[in-house]
């Protein structure tokens, strides 16, 4: 606990002074000011023995786990615990991380006589995701007799948690989140006959050779024909890349952030989805061996337990490790998934070394690779026309840069491997369409 000189103190301080200056030309003040000044100083020290030793300052408390969304404003609930004979009127603020803004510096708490707990809310916006635990509650009240201010800061046992923002996305994928079950009202056709199976029944004209069930056939004396029905239930994983190559920087809305913070929101929001369609999701992260594994699951818990793995998800300085990777998917996952990869292959070495490693993963699962476009990188006829030398060699670049990623994709095409450059803007809704479109098409 620290103290402070109230106001009341200075002023008194500064009245024995005028009268100490007064005493100079008139003597017969000179025992009116020093017997001021004693009594003063009796009076703050008597002040602060006492209000040291009998005043109770309340105790301040927060939830375990409080959870904001970045860029959004959020509320964290204190809790004040009043002893008896304790403080009731108080100073209060919260000393939170330098990413933190709070809409009020600090406030004054009314603490009621006739109650021994007090809660406020107090209004603070993150402006970037993580996990927070470095918060310290700060109070502020008069001594006894007014001649102190009496000061403690105490470190609050709370965790604050900030997630991706996912409401940048609402403009593309504003059907997502209609409470339809569906997406939007929109009735998606589903190509083929579908491969689960459903039931058996009596043949009928028109069913092929290839759909009759010979063994039930044989028992029953007559033809017997099984049905399929369109899978229901697909395992779906987001594979993201958290290395080196995911520090990189994009703008996006005027806003400068990473290519993980990307990765991030665009995963969070096509498990959200998947969840919309009734699959299975799962997460995998990796840079030069996997960091996080989440198996498929349903539901919102399950949706939770994603958000929270990657939450507070940084960029290593490490090199991926594909070859580790890939051993660990097709050692992790027996069944046959759809594997989404948000990583960066830009690197002719890694890029090679995807393609050799990959061929293994393809023989089994479904993959997708996605990968962010960097501003400029596009064929060499598009667009306005250049504007200048400049212009026109940064064009070139970009024109080579999209070269690469075109030979890439063909490489991988033989292998069952699709790879897509996403533009930043529309990350989120260009996996989503990947998403439905596998479904449409039964490709899993």
């Given at each position: 606990m620290s103290f402070l000189p109230s106001t009341r103190l200075l002023w008194a301080v500064f009245a024995v002074a005028i009268l100490a200056v007064l005493a100079g030309p008139l003597p017969e003040l000179a025992p009116l000011w020093a017997l001021a000044?004693?009594?003063?100083?009796?009076?703050?020290?008597?002040?602060?023995g006492l209000s040291l030793r009998g005043l109770?300052?309340?105790?301040?408390?927060?939830?375990?786990?409080?959870?904001?969304?970045?860029?959004?404003?959020?509320?964290?609930?204190?809790?004040?615990?009043?002893p008896a004979g304790g403080a009731r009127r108080l100073r209060f603020a919260l000393a939170l991380p330098g990413v933190w803004e709070s809409r009020e510096a600090e406030v004054r708490v009314e603490l009621p006589a006739d109650a021994p707990?007090?809660?406020?809310?107090?209004?603070c916006t993150p402006r970037r995701r993580g996990r927070y635990g470095d918060v310290l509650a700060c109070l502020e009240t008069r001594s006894r007799f007014g001649a102190w201010q009496l000061r403690v800061r105490r470190p609050l046992a709370c965790e604050l948690r900030v997630y991706p923002n996912l409401f940048?996305?609402?403009k593309q994928l504003a059907a997502l989140f209609l409470a339809r079950g569906q997406f939007g009202v929109r009735l998606r056709r589903t190509v083929g006959r579908g491969r689960e199976f459903e039931k058996l029944r009596d043949y009928q004209p028109g069913d092929g050779f290839d759909e009759i069930h010979w063994k039930a056939t044989a028992k029953h004396g007559r033809p017997i024909t099984k049905v399929f029905q369109s899978e229901r239930t697909q395992e779906i994983y987001v594979v993201i890349d958290a290395s080196r190559l995911s520090a990189r920087a994009v703008t996006i809305d005027g806003v400068t952030t990473t290519t993980l913070e990307r990765y991030l929101t665009a995963a969070l929001v096509l498990l959200l989805a998947a969840d919309r369609q009734a699959d299975r999701f799962g997460l995998v992260v990796y840079d030069d061996r996997v960091r996080t594994f989440l198996r498929a699951g349903r539901g919102t818990g399950h949706y939770a337990a994603c958000r929270d793995a990657i939450h507070a998800l940084q960029p290593s300085g490490a090199?991926?490790?594909?070859?580790?990777?890939?051993r660990y998917l097709r050692a992790?996952?027996?069944?046959?998934?759809?594997?989404?990869?948000?990583?960066?292959?830009?690197?002719?070495?890694?890029?090679?070394?995807?393609?050799?490693?990959?061929?293994?993963?393809?023989?089994?699962?479904?993959?997708l690779v996605n990968q962010l476009r960097p501003p400029g990188v596009a064929p060499l006829f598009t667009g306005a026309e250049a504007g200048g030398d400049d212009d026109l060699y940064g064009r070139l670049a970009g024109h080579a840069r999209?070269?690469?990623?075109?030979?890439?994709?063909?490489?991988?095409?033989?292998?069952?491997?699709?790879?897509?450059l996403l533009e930043n803007e529309a990350m989120a809704a260009q996996l989503v369409t990947q998403y439905l479109a596998v479904k449409e098409r039964q490709a899993l």
């Amino acid at each position: 606990m620290s103290f402070l000189p109230s106001t009341r103190l200075l002023w008194a301080v500064f009245a024995v002074a005028i009268l100490a200056v007064l005493a100079g030309p008139l003597p017969e003040l000179a025992p009116l000011w020093a017997l001021a000044l004693a009594g003063v100083g009796l009076w703050a020290l008597a002040d602060l023995g006492l209000s040291l030793r009998g005043l109770a300052l309340p105790t301040v408390s927060a939830p375990d786990v409080v959870r904001f969304t970045k860029d959004r404003a959020g509320v964290l609930p204190v809790t004040f615990a009043v002893p008896a004979g304790g403080a009731r009127r108080l100073r209060f603020a919260l000393a939170l991380p330098g990413v933190w803004e709070s809409r009020e510096a600090e406030v004054r708490v009314e603490l009621p006589a006739d109650a021994p707990r007090a809660r406020i809310d107090w209004h603070c916006t993150p402006r970037r995701r993580g996990r927070y635990g470095d918060v310290l509650a700060c109070l502020e009240t008069r001594s006894r007799f007014g001649a102190w201010q009496l000061r403690v800061r105490r470190p609050l046992a709370c965790e604050l948690r900030v997630y991706p923002n996912l409401f940048t996305e609402r403009k593309q994928l504003a059907a997502l989140f209609l409470a339809r079950g569906q997406f939007g009202v929109r009735l998606r056709r589903t190509v083929g006959r579908g491969r689960e199976f459903e039931k058996l029944r009596d043949y009928q004209p028109g069913d092929g050779f290839d759909e009759i069930h010979w063994k039930a056939t044989a028992k029953h004396g007559r033809p017997i024909t099984k049905v399929f029905q369109s899978e229901r239930t697909q395992e779906i994983y987001v594979v993201i890349d958290a290395s080196r190559l995911s520090a990189r920087a994009v703008t996006i809305d005027g806003v400068t952030t990473t290519t993980l913070e990307r990765y991030l929101t665009a995963a969070l929001v096509l498990l959200l989805a998947a969840d919309r369609q009734a699959d299975r999701f799962g997460l995998v992260v990796y840079d030069d061996r996997v960091r996080t594994f989440l198996r498929a699951g349903r539901g919102t818990g399950h949706y939770a337990a994603c958000r929270d793995a990657i939450h507070a998800l940084q960029p290593s300085g490490a090199t991926p490790d594909v070859a580790e990777t890939t051993r660990y998917l097709r050692a992790g996952l027996r069944q046959r998934a759809l594997l989404f990869f948000l990583t960066d292959l830009t690197d002719p070495v890694l890029a090679e070394d995807f393609v050799r490693h990959a061929r293994l993963l393809a023989r089994q699962h479904l993959v997708l690779v996605n990968q962010l476009r960097p501003p400029g990188v596009a064929p060499l006829f598009t667009g306005a026309e250049a504007g200048g030398d400049d212009d026109l060699y940064g064009r070139l670049a970009g024109h080579a840069r999209w070269a690469e990623a075109r030979a890439l994709a063909q490489k991988l095409r033989p292998l069952g491997i699709t790879a897509t450059l996403l533009e930043n803007e529309a990350m989120a809704a260009q996996l989503v369409t990947q998403y439905l479109a596998v479904k449409e098409r039964q490709a899993l």
